[in-house]
């Protein structure tokens, strides 16, 4: 079964505290997304990765950080300096040399900053 | 997003239709998109529409383009309550897509 997975899909947040959100996917695209998702606001982008390896800042990458040492994963880390982290978080992909630029999504991660 | 707006809540009868509408900005957007997305869940697309086309249709989903406007539409027919969802518009530019913030459409017996 192709496609995304995030782990873990509740995540509390202490202040001061770094954590980690997971996102892996099985579709073998080369572009990896970030969206923050508040109620009202839609979706902004955090992080973007067109290949292995690189990676560039979206809309609000403030206090978050990312990487890309597997085309198959592009974790995100909510630093402490990401002063209010509640938000539903969602991860996607996408085949870059497809005529029309579909990104697939996970199910989400729902983070709140205690 | 602050490029893509569109009116938050949408009320329908089961049965009648639904039209949802989105203004965009950016005119060098060569793809337009409807994602859908149930409640705790992430999203999926619905239909796309290419930017030098007028209109789609996909079984009960027709997309309206008005390109001059920067005006686009989604319109479901025969709305189900499996259609009660939140409905984004969003536009290209190259790999990015910029999202509305979504349209919370109710069906109601």
């Known amino acids: 079964d192709g496609g995304i997975t995030q782990s873990p899909k509740y995540l509390f947040r202490k202040e001061g505290q770094n954590v980690t959100l997971s996102c892996e996917q099985n579709?073998?695209?080369?572009?990896m997304y970030w969206y923050r998702q508040d109620p009202g606001q839609g979706l902004r982008l955090i992080y973007y990765?067109?290949?292995?390896?690189?990676?560039q800042k979206g809309d609000i990458a403030e206090g978050y950080s990312v990487s890309r040492e597997k085309k198959e994963s592009f974790p995100l880390t909510v630093t402490s300096a990401q002063k209010n982290p509640t938000a539903f978080y969602l991860c996607?992909?996408?085949?870059?040399?497809?005529?029309?630029?579909?990104?697939?999504f996970g199910p989400g991660t729902r983070l709140t900053g205690l | 997003g602050e490029d893509v707006e569109q009116s938050l809540f949408l009320s329908v009868r089961e049965g009648d239709s639904s039209v949802i509408n989105c203004t965009y900005t950016?005119?060098?957007?060569?793809?337009l998109y409807w994602y859908k997305q149930e409640p705790g869940a992430g999203l999926q697309l619905l239909t796309y529409?290419?930017?030098?086309?007028d209109m789609k249709q996909d079984q009960r989903l027709t997309v309206l383009l008005n390109k001059k406007d920067k005006h686009l539409s989604l319109r479901i027919a025969d709305t189900q309550t499996g259609d009660s969802a939140i409905y984004f518009c969003?536009?290209?530019?190259?790999?990015?897509?910029?999202f509305g913030a979504g349209t919370t459409v109710t069906v109601r017996a």
């Open positions: 996607a992909s996408s085949n870059d040399r497809a005529t029309y630029n579909e990104q697939f």
């Open positions: 579709l073998n695209h080369d572009a």
């Open positions: 990765s067109q290949i292995v390896n690189d990676f």
């Open positions: 950016d005119s060098s957007s060569t793809y």
């Open positions: 529409i290419f930017s030098n086309m």
């Open positions: 969003a536009e290209s530019n190259d790999y990015k897509l910029s």
